[in-house]
């Protein structure tokens, strides 16, 4: 028998360009035991997180318009993890809310 995903993958709305992260999203990542995919694969396909209606409805015209995007989760060991999409799409930063 083939193991069935219960979520079939998405389709990536825009590009990310190169990922990367600063050394506090990196260390809030090791303690939660988490990897950065975790985050960019629902970044990436319209699951913004934990951002208010507003930021939604930014993000949503961001994919039309094209300016920044940015998400927001709680990693295993409740603490935020933000990620930003440049609006050039040329790059994308996993970073906590005070390196901002």
């Known amino acids: 028998m083939v193991a069935q995903n219960p979520q079939p993958r998405r ?10 992260a600063t050394p506090g999203a990196l260390a809030a990542l090791e303690r939660s035991g988490q990897q950065p995919d975790a985050f960019l694969d629902r970044h990436v396909v ?16 961001a994919l039309k318009d094209g300016t920044r995007v940015l998400s927001s989760y709680k990693t295993t060991a409740d603490e935020t993890i933000w990620i930003v999409t440049e609006a050039d799409r040329g790059s994308t930063t996993l970073l906590l809310p005070d390196e901002y």
């Open 11 to 20: 389709t990536p709305l825009f590009p990310l360009g190169q990922v990367v």
């Open 46 to 61: 319209g699951d913004w997180g934990n951002v208010c209606d507003d930021d939604k409805k930014l993000n949503d015209a």
